[in-house]
């Protein structure tokens, strides 16, 4: 039988929270108070007149409760601590930036105080949204508290409740622009028009931090402040209660900076506009996609250049959240990525793919016209061109079984534009996979091809933009060389992609280090083992060689499949 004192130490029910009277609530951040005043630069009696205010009507609103259910600021007064700290962080932060950049100096100087304290509004208000989103409030005799019409500690005081209890939304969506409603229940009216005076953007500013809806063509170092000053204060409530609460959902948090940066891009980067070339881009009948990895890694560029705390640097990991938050969906058969192909790419793309276009799109001038086709495609398919019917290229002549195969020859045969869009000749009927594999397994050395056959470079290097150019030009010259001769190749295909020997690299200039930092940072270099070092060894020319091992998803015409049995080449 269990003790009294077990009894008291799980309580049958939930105790809920005091109704205090709004200035103890108040009273119990006064070491931040504090601090904010000090910011501001005001005299007491200053400060008590205009921005204290603010704070006791935050503190009404909000009063005891906590941010979330169970992740960051998940303790009584809560979601008052995060609105004071993001609030001062982001006061901070003013000082290092020039507001109102084209006007005058006087100007300037009239406006600086209403852009500083509309700063501290944002901050101080952001995550308002989540009072009306996400929780429930009840007093003892089961009333609900109107969160849309009246302060809780207003509607508290005129119920005489001692004691208020808070229930969760299950599976609560994030919706940012409900906080704009509570905002007049935090922000009188009076000072909404102080900071309207004499300009027409800072409010307007202000309401788009608060609703997380971007201003297009400004750049709004508002909400830069509170978005930094945000992630930061986040990220340390999470660090410094990972050991106290279990482990946190780190995380969880970071949704609205990743869709924020894909608007932000999607409205003022020519390469995000949907359908262009090289777009990242891409809108036609069946969604709009963005091509995977090349998107998360311009993400990540622009939010570091934000300087924001805890930002997810892989995009396996943006890709997660994102799925989580329903931002991204998965194809039917659960995979993450989709395989699509723009007009403009003759292989099929790695992608992910929105929920709804306008997630990126709403708002965006001019708007995008989708394509007229699906560009969803199966793994692997590449784009045939015919200049017209009449003249389309005969079908490569299929050897029988039993011929010789170089590696380049069974790549010619197998990934032909003609031979997968034209049948053979009755009078010839190709060898199976299989046979080309065992041919590939047993067979000697092949003599060079003949001028036809090396007509039509089969393999090209397809690289990203950002990996280092001269890397990328040493690598381009090695897996040129896979369309002479065997005996000229400088690498050689193996079961993970193409293996490229460190002495390659040296003899074009380039240092292994460098090449292999370089591939890993645009994802390209395979790994022998997770924590093992980034160089392999394999039988290259009959001898054990050192070098690294490139993805075949950068080089055009590349098979690994095709490859499997053979790792290397006789000389």
């Given amino acids: 039988m269990l003790s009294s004192a ?5 309580p049958a029910s939930d105790p809920g929270f005091a109704a205090l009277p709004v200035p103890d609530v108040l009273a119990a951040a006064d070491g931040l108070v504090s601090r904010i005043r000090l910011c501001f630069g005001l005299s007491r009696d200053t400060f008590d007149a205009e921005v204290q205010p603010l704070l006791q009507r935050y503190a009404g609103y909000v009063h005891l409760l906590p941010a979330t259910a169970d992740n960051y600021f998940s303790s009584p007064t809560g979601l008052l601590n995060l609105g004071l700290e993001v609030a001062f962080y982001s006061l901070q932060g003013t000082d290092a930036h020039i507001f109102s950049g084209r006007s005058t100096i006087s100007a300037r100087r009239q406006l600086e105080p209403r852009w500083r304290l509309a700063t501290f509004i944002g901050g101080l208000c952001c995550e308002l949204h989540r009072v009306l989103s996400h929780l429930i409030v009840t007093d003892e005799a089961g009333g609900e508290w109107p969160q849309f019409l009246i302060p809780l500690g207003d509607w508290l005081a005129s119920r005489s409740a001692t004691r208020y209890f808070v229930r969760w939304r299950p599976n609560a969506t994030e919706s940012r622009g409900l906080g704009v409603f509570a905002l007049p229940l935090v922000v009188p009216g009076a000072t909404l028009q102080y900071l309207a005076q004499d300009n027409s953007v800072i409010v307007p500013h202000l309401l788009s931090s608060i609703s997380g809806q971007p201003v297009y063509r400004d750049h709004n170092v508002l909400d830069a402040l509170v978005r930094r000053s945000l992630a930061l204060v986040v990220d340390r409530n999470l660090q410094a209660n990972a050991d106290r609460y279990g482990v946190p959902q780190f995380g969880s948090h970071l949704e609205r900076y990743l869709v924020d940066a894909m608007r932000r891009l999607a409205s003022g980067s020519p390469s995000w506009f949907p359908n262009r070339e090289k777009s990242r881009a891409w809108l036609g009948l069946d969604g709009l996609f963005l091509l995977w990895p090349q998107a998360a890694h311009d993400v990540q560029a622009l939010l570091e250049a934000d300087q924001l705390a805890g930002i997810p640097k892989a995009p396996e990991t943006m890709l997660d959240l994102l799925l989580e938050a329903g931002v991204f969906v998965r194809q039917p058969d659960g995979a993450s990525t989709w395989f699509v192909l723009p007009p ?54 299929v050897p029988p079984p039993g011929t010789q195969f170089s590696l380049l020859d069974a790549t010619d045969v197998a990934t032909s534009p003609a031979a997968r869009t034209s049948p053979p000749p009755a009078s010839q009927t190709p060898a199976p996979p299989s046979a080309v594999v065992a041919d590939l397994a047993v067979q000697s050395p092949p003599p060079p091809p003949s001028p036809s056959q090396a007509a ?47 002495a390659e690299l040296e003899r074009r200039g380039v240092q292994p280090a460098l090449a292999g930092r370089a591939l890993a940072d645009v994802g390209l270099l395979v790994h022998a083992g997770r924590d093992g070092p980034a160089t392999v060894t394999a039988d290259f020319r009959g001898e054990p060689t050192i070098g690294l091992v490139v993805a075949p998803a950068c080089i055009d015409g590349f098979d690994p499949a095709a490859f499997e049995p053979a790792a290397h080449e006789e000389p």
């Fill in 344 to 397: 403009e790419l003759k292989t099929a793309a790695e992608a992910v793919k929105l929920a709804s276009p306008a997630i990126l799109l709403n708002g965006v001038a001019p708007p995008a016209e989708p394509l007229t086709i699906s560009l969803v495609c199966p793994t692997g398919a590449m784009r045939t061109t015919q200049k017209t019917p009449a003249t389309a290229p005969a079908p490569a002549p």
């Fill in 456 to 502: 039509a470079p089969t393999f090209k290097l397809n690289a990203p933009m950002r990996l280092n150019p001269a890397v990328r030009d040493a690598l381009a010259a090695i897996v040129s060389t896979l369309n002479g001769p065997g005996s000229a190749a400088a690498a050689a295909p193996v079961a993970a992609g193409l293996f490229v020997p460190l």
């Fill in 6 to 10: 077990s009894h008291g130490a799980f």
